[in-house]
């Protein structure tokens, strides 16, 4: 490939360095001062850190009992995140694998029919979720019966709504990955005598991991730090760590919103690491 | 014969090892295809539910009164729904037109380099994509205030109005995002070029530009195509990204379709014609797409008969 | 390729062509659905001037886009507090009333004066400057925020009336199974918890917060949320809800248009207004950004008009600000036309001006006893 191409790429880093890492200097210069408005006045905004104490302290008693909602609703986001990493991963492992084997072929399609439910605005999508998860709603009053076998505000509904919602960022990468594999692969391994069970897990599962590790990583992030799911399915009851950050930004409360949205860029950067110890340019991540 | 060979002792197939599992396959299959099935019903069950009341006569959503299809040609009537659906296309269609273009040229940029070079970039590339959308949001909006303030003091001729918030914003903000999905797209095609093939174009003398766009882009049009639909999906159902940096450009307000939901669902309630409008893009789209895969195979099967 | 960027260019040139054939403009931010199709027509075909309108769904939004001068607004829509914070960091013009001669001709409701009041002394008391809001601020619409009940549960309206906010808060002794929930706007729930405890809402204090606290725990909501409420207490999915009075209000109009009656639809569900509330006003205000100063007069002047501001309030169910609109609309009372003597009939009983109430609007609270608030909110919805 000839050299000369590179300087194609010259405005693009340029671009990148800019917008990634001016404003995560922002955010951090933000994280450490006192702005708690929307007012950017430079000569207003002084340093301060007394807000990075209400990660420790900010305990509240509530019936005798110490407590700090900053950690739990990070535990809160890490336990929705888990758990709806790994039913997407069983899940959209199985449909991946199962449009693989199918007749169907053209990769286009496909992509499209998976994530064309995303065309549909989220709000509108998680607010047609919850209405069907209401006592009285119009799937019963159609049909007789309920579709959903749970109500708003338990965090069945809100796995649900998250689950279906990031499946298809596990999907594509993992499809991806089985679709590079050989078809000889698993002819070779089946006539040598392995069980077409076994020749899965010793044979294509280790071969697209590198698309479980991509898929995973697109489901668990925008799970841990998204906001409008579990607000709309949970009746405003389950707090995850976005929540909290996006009612600081809606008050304005700039600095402490920050400082929490730090936090988030920490793990971001830490699962891109990771993301790269398994697939070095990130090829299958859709 | 039985009496024969019966005090042998004889191994059944079961006594090797073999179980016979043929009798189980049609079960499983039908076990998969419902699994299948229930996975995509999960996957569409939002949409349907919006098709539903799309449907609905009556604007109390949660009974259904009768089959009316007056929310469709409604949609017409709604000035505002219909300046946030053409806000939402124009910023749409020029951030994955400009997105698909300029990241298929940063990627065969990216492609040129050396292998150790272009995966460090390409870790960097991977950060909009991963990150989360109220930090990007925020984040830029703080950087493009920066920009506009320092725009107006160095040409203080512009009138007060003018500010870059809005297309120009909103623009920027979503080839933020959409840039690094056509790369990522784009780049595994790259890779399966022959790369004997440029270098072929380039010593007969094609020159540098024309031999990307003549031997290269056909060679790499799935992962373009590909790049582009991603793009186009991300910013058509981003919400937080362009909450925080829509303004208005040409005395228009660009509000996209998230934005102005979530505006209006503050103090009023929502027209059933926004389900009416989301039902028709899917419907669209589907139609389109089994369109293309129809007369592509009737295509193909002429090619069989020459 | 080519192509595609052949219509890139054909769309830019055709928005730029559609953004030159403009006259002069009115750039007006303000609140989703908030103003009537038929008052933007008919204020255009009379001064000859576009009404650009932007939406914003919350008073720091429109503080935040005037502050950040991302566009410069003619006209701005912003609640009382926001007013108030505005004033305070000199973001608004005062008014020409010289340009608003409709202001000789229309008195203020005597619960818009007393808000008005309210806030100079709140601000007072903050700040220690006297201002006189009626110089940056004329009303929009205006309204009380009220409990919307479920009363197809039994007993439930009768308790409302006789013991008010006791029935909402207290959940142990009151109707124990009945779902509750909360406006999910932290000064909001701050508020009501603090009417409940018997202070003025507007008084903040560490003591305050966590007795709050405990009031808001004690309540047991099930859910905190905003547009949904109205609906599932409608539904029947909700028992007891804080909304806003024109929540209400425009669900009921909806029924109205549905052929149900007054009478069939609050046998399902209603609302009660406690003697004691909290209230807000919305007002048109000029941010110092504006640039066309003359059109938004004008737009002042015309919303004034008691027949403009009653043709407005036709499509949104909140209270108009002046006597001389209230006239109008209650004039209807013995209209033929059903949508007409409803509208009538719904002002005069949710919005009677003769109600006797003390109805508190918020203040502006310092930034860090808001992020205070918003802390205390999500202790209590995440220790559930």
């Known amino acids: 490939m000839n050299s000369l191409y590179k300087r194609l790429a010259i405005p693009y880093q340029v671009w990148l360095v ?68 790994l039913v997407s991963f069983i899940f959209g492992y199985f449909l991946a694998y199962q449009i693989k084997k199918s007749r169907i072929k053209n990769k286009f399609i496909i992509l499209t029919i998976i994530i064309l439910p995303m065309w549909s605005n989220l709000i509108l999508r998680s607010e047609a979720l919850r209405s069907v998860m209401l006592d009285n709603n119009i799937f019963k009053s159609i049909f007789g019966f309920d579709i959903l076998p749970f109500s708003v505000g338990t965090p069945a509904a809100v796995l649900f709504g998250l689950i279906f919602t990031y499946m298809p960022f596990m999907i594509l990468p993992v499809y991806t990955a089985l679709e590079k594999i050989e078809v000889n692969l698993e002819e070779a391994s089946l006539d040598l005598g392995l069980t077409p069970f076994k020749t899965f897990w010793k044979v294509v599962f280790p071969l697209s991991f590198k698309g479980v590790v991509s898929g995973s990583i697109m489901v668990f992030l925008p799970t841990f730090a998204g906001f409008a799911i579990p607000k709309i399915l949970s009746n405003g009851n389950i707090v995850l760590i976005g929540n909290i950050i996006e009612t600081k930004f809606t ?19 830490g699962s891109i690491l990771l993301l790269t110890r398994f697939d070095k340019e990130g090829e299958t991540l859709l | 014969m039985t009496d024969r060979y019966s005090d042998y002792p004889v191994a059944t197939l079961k006594e090797y090892g073999y179980r016979d599992y043929s009798k189980l396959k049609p079960v499983t299959r039908i076990l998969k295809q419902v699994l299948s099935f229930v996975i995509f019903f999960g996957l569409y069950l939002s949409i349907i539910i919006i098709a539903i009341q799309s449907l609905n006569s009556s604007s109390v959503m949660s009974s259904f009164e009768s089959i009316s299809l007056k929310w469709y040609p409604n949609i017409l009537q709604e000035d505002d729904l219909m300046t946030a659906i053409g806000a939402t296309m124009i910023v749409s269609l020029i951030a994955t037109a400009l997105a698909t273009i300029l990241g ?10 050396s292998k150790k070079k272009r995966q460090q970039w390409m870790l960097l590339n991977n950060v909009p994509i991963l990150n989360a959308d109220i930090v990007t949001g925020f984040s830029l909006m703080l950087m493009f205030i920066l920009v506009n303030t320092f725009i107006k003091t160095v040409f203080t001729s512009l009138p007060q109005a003018w500010s870059i918030f809005g297309l120009p914003t909103l623009v920027l903000a979503h080839l933020f995002f959409a840039i690094p999905f056509v790369i990522l797209n784009v780049m595994p095609k790259l890779k399966e070029t022959d790369p004997n093939l440029m270098d072929a174009a380039l010593d007969l003398g094609v020159k540098p530009l024309k031999a990307i766009v003549k031997v290269l882009i056909p060679a790499i049009k799935a992962g373009v195509f590909a790049g582009m639909l991603l793009a186009f999906t991300m910013s058509i159902d981003d919400f937080v990204i362009s909450f925080f940096n829509t303004g208005e450009t040409f005395g228009m307000s660009f509000d996209n379709l998230s934005v102005w939901i979530y505006g209006v669902i503050g103090r009023r309630d929502l027209s059933p014609s926004v389900y009416a409008f989301s039902t028709l893009l899917t419907i669209f789209t589907l139609v389109a797409l089994i369109g293309y895969e129809l007369s592509k195979n009737r295509k193909g099967r002429v090619k069989i008969k020459k | 390729m080519k192509k595609l960027l052949l219509a890139v260019t054909l769309m830019m040139i055709a928005i730029s062509a559609v953004s030159c054939s403009s006259g002069p403009t009115l750039r007006l931010l303000n609140w989703g659905e908030y103003l009537n199709d038929d008052v933007i027509t008919r204020f255009e075909e009379e001064y000859g001037i576009t009404i650009k309108q932007t939406i914003a769904a919350s008073n720091e939004l429109f503080y935040s886009k005037i502050i950040s001068n991302t566009t410069a607004y003619d006209l701005v829509i912003p609640s009382d507090y926001m007013v108030e914070k505005m004033v305070e960091e000199e973001l608004l013009l005062p008014l020409d009333y010289n340009q608003i001669p409709n202001r000789a001709l229309v008195t203020y409701m005597d619960g818009v004066v007393e808000i008005y009041n309210q806030m100079t002394t709140t601000t007072l008391a903050r700040t220690g400057h006297t201002v006189d809001y009626s110089e940056y601020a004329v009303p929009y619409f205006w309204g009380t925020y009220g409990i919307i009940y479920n009363n197809r549960v039994d007993g439930l309206e009768e308790a409302l009336n006789q013991y008010g906010w006791e029935v909402f808060f207290n959940s142990t002794d009151y109707f124990p199974n009945a779902s509750r929930a909360m406006y999910d706007v932290p000064q909001d729930a701050y508020a009501t918890a603090m009417i409940y405890l018997g202070h003025s809402p507007n008084e903040y204090s560490a003591t305050f917060l966590s007795d709050a606290q405990t009031v808001l725990e004690g309540a047991n909501f099930s859910q905190w949320g905003d547009d949904q409420l109205k609906k599932d207490v409608e539904a029947g999915n909700l028992d007891m809800a804080f909304v806003y009075t024109g929540d209400f209000l425009d669900r009921l109009y909806i029924q109205l248009d549905e052929e149900r009656t007054i009478e069939e639809i609050t046998a399902d569900f209603n609302i009660y207004i406690p003697d004691t509330t909290i209230v807000f006003i919305d007002n048109m205000v000029i941010p110092y950004t504006a640039t066309n100063l003359d059109a938004a007069h004008k737009f002042i002047n ?52 003769n109600a006797e109430g003390t109805y508190y609007p918020l203040t502006s609270l310092p930034s860090d006893f808001v992020d205070d608030i918003t802390s205390m909110i999500d202790v209590v919805k995440t220790s559930n």
């Open chain 2, 104 to 113: 298929t040229f940063f990627a065969i940029g990216l492609y040129a380099m």
């Open chain 1, 18 to 85: 800019l917008l990634v890492f001016l404003p995560i200097m922002a955010i951090l210069l933000i994280a450490i001062s006192n702005l708690t408005t929307a007012n950017f006045n430079l000569s207003d905004i002084s340093f301060q850190l007394s807000h990075w104490n209400d990660l420790v302290e900010n305990q509240s008693l509530v019936d005798g009992e110490y407590f700090n909602s900053y950690l739990t609703a990070f535990k809160n986001s890490f336990i929705y995140a888990s758990i709806t990493t």
């Open chain 3, 302 to 353: 015309f919303l004034l008009d008691p027949e403009i501001m009653a043709l407005n309030a036709e499509s949104v169910g909140y209270a108009v600000p002046t006597n001389e609109a209230y006239d109008v609309i209650v004039s209807h009372i013995d209209d033929t036309d059903s949508f007409y003597h409803n509208w009538a009939y719904a002002n005069l009983t949710y919005y009677n001006k």
């Open chain 1, 251 to 269: 008050y304005n409360i700039y600095n402490v919103g920050s400082m929490l949205a730090l936090l988030i860029l920490i793990l971001i950067l």
